[in-house]
């Protein structure tokens, strides 16, 4: 079920599944609008997917935009693990990030986070 951010106001992320782009290990999160955020799936739910990499380059632009406010993406490892185990323990990380975020802009405005999050209409 998907977090609801800003007490039901914003966007929420939920951790849908792993994937591979590449080669890559690669996370799906369902991106549910406001009006959504009960957790029911409905209109205007996207399904967005990402690699670790990408969460890192969102985490710089959200640091330049919000300094010591901003969230901490899961820490980078120095090797690539594809366990499931850790997998799954990245995507919950991934997941605590991106709702963490959503509460800095539970409307994102962000050009980058609107881009990340599959949001191409105006909030």
Do not use: K, M
């Amino acid at each position: 079920a998907a977090v609801a951010s800003a007490e039901g106001r914003g966007y929420a992320a939920s951790f849908a599944g792993l994937a591979e782009r590449d080669g890559t290990p690669a996370y799906d999160f369902l991106v549910t609008p406001p009006a959504c955020s009960s957790g029911a799936r409905g209109r205007g739910d996207v399904t967005v997917r990402h690699t670790f990499a990408e969460f890192e380059e969102l985490a710089r632009v959200v640091r330049r935009r919000y300094g010591s406010a901003a969230p901490s993406p899961p820490a980078a490892t120095v090797f690539e693990y594809t366990s499931p185990d850790f997998l799954r323990e990245r995507a919950a990380g991934l997941e605590a990030y991106l709702n963490a975020v959503l509460l800095l802009e539970p409307q994102p405005r962000t050009q980058a986070l609107r881009q990340f999050l599959g949001i191409w209409q105006p909030v």
